[in-house]
Each structure stands twice: as C-alpha cells, then as structure tokens.
C-alpha cells in the first residue's frame, strides 16, 4: 500500500494522513468507537480484525498498490476519522 502522503487542513490540531498497517491499532479503536456507525452501515457488529480489513481488503483484481486509506489525525496521532 503506497500511503505515504500527509495533508494539512485549515485546523493546526489536525492533519490528513495516509495509514499504514502499523496504524492498525489506533484504526482498530476508532472503529470500535464508532460501533453503532458500523451496525448501521454494515448490519453487524465489528469484527476483531476491521482494522486489518480495511488496510488489507480490496476490490476483485485490485492490488493493494491502488488503495490508498487516509485518516485523520490528532495532534497526538490518534485517528480521529
């Protein structure tokens, strides 16, 4: 996966910026924050691994070179969105 972009937003406390699998935990927790999203989205609760789905998980004939996932970040680095 080829993330290696950063952006800056209008918002200092902020940033946009690519995840990578050693975000996989702080991604794991904002899902998990966000359960009642995902029951509504995706009619289940979230699984142990969404984390890993999201960063690893593409389209038929897709390879992970032309996914890009981005998150938001705090000041802290915590994914935030």
Do not use: K, Y
């Given at each position: 996966m080829n993330n290696r972009q950063s952006?800056?937003?209008?918002d200092p406390n902020y940033s946009i910026s690519?995840?990578?699998t050693e975000h996989s935990e702080l991604l794991q927790k904002l899902?998990?924050?966000c359960a009642d999203y995902v029951l509504i989205v995706e009619g289940e609760s979230v699984?142990?691994?969404?984390?890993?789905?999201?960063l690893q998980d593409t389209p038929p004939?897709?390879?992970?070179d032309s996914k890009f996932v981005y998150g938001i970040l705090d000041r802290q680095g915590d994914v935030v969105g």
């Open positions: 952006f800056q937003i209008d690519g995840l990578r899902c998990e924050r699984s142990p691994n969404a984390a890993q789905e999201l004939g897709r390879s992970l």
